[in-house]
């Protein structure tokens, strides 16, 4: 089967980690990557070219091929969604990876450059929005939905039923009840359990009890 041509957006350690992945275990072949000419201080990257994003569809058109922007939660994932509406902007399209090695059934409802790595269990009727990144070995439990522009570190469980807003990010071993609502533009510490809902913009760590139906500690907002 030929392989359909990809470009990634980015030169860091995330957008490595992609290209490996779509290499090994995919349908695409990365052909090159992609950066903002200020940030250009190198012109290979894993043996391809880097491009500037300025000038990439002059040498890459989006009729022919497709792209990954491969970027981490900086800025509360505030420049991978820039990057995103960019480069929908000229007019590529953003397709999403899943990895072979994640358990998935076919229901599941996903948007565009979403990134999902191995060991990853998403039960039905779970619904994914776009540019979302599950890092290795989380538990999305069944009808949950994941709001645009998030990224979830490895080993989270995410009970059935809870939504998560947009822009938020959630922890290394980060635990959420069923059932709840995490505001939008929240960040959810590493190992916190949280068992109610929580308020937008903020970040939270430790527990959030029963009783009180609100978090014991909201850090700061954001």
Known sequence: MNKQSLIIFGTGNIAQVAHFYLTHDSNYEVV????????????????????????????????????????????GNKIR??????????GYHL????????????????????FILE??????????GNNVTLWSGNHIGHHSKIGDNCFISSHVVISG???????????????LRDH??????????????????????????GKATERSKVPSRRLRGI
């Open 32 to 75: 090159a990557f992609t950066v903002d000419e200020a940030y250009l201080s190198f012109k290979e990257f894993c043996n391809l070219p880097v491009i500037p994003f300025e000038k990439v569809e002059e040498l890459y058109p989006p009729k022919d091929i497709q792209m990954l922007v491969a970027l981490s939660y900086t800025q």
């Open 95 to 114: 397709i999403s990876y899943v990895s072979s090695k994640a358990t998935t059934w076919s229901d599941l409802s996903i948007g565009e450059n979403c």
């Open 119 to 128: 060991d990853n269990t998403i039960q039905p009727f779970v619904e994914i």
């Open 180 to 205: 709840i609502k995490i505001g939008k533009d929240s960040v959810i510490g590493a190992g916190a359990l949280i068992l109610a809902d929580v308020e937008p913009e903020g970040v939270y760590m």
């Open 161 to 175: 039923g809870v939504e998560v807003g947009n822009n938020c990010f959630i922890g290394v071993n980060a635990t």
């Open 81 to 90: 969604t820039e990057k995103c509406k960019a480069s929908k902007e000229k």
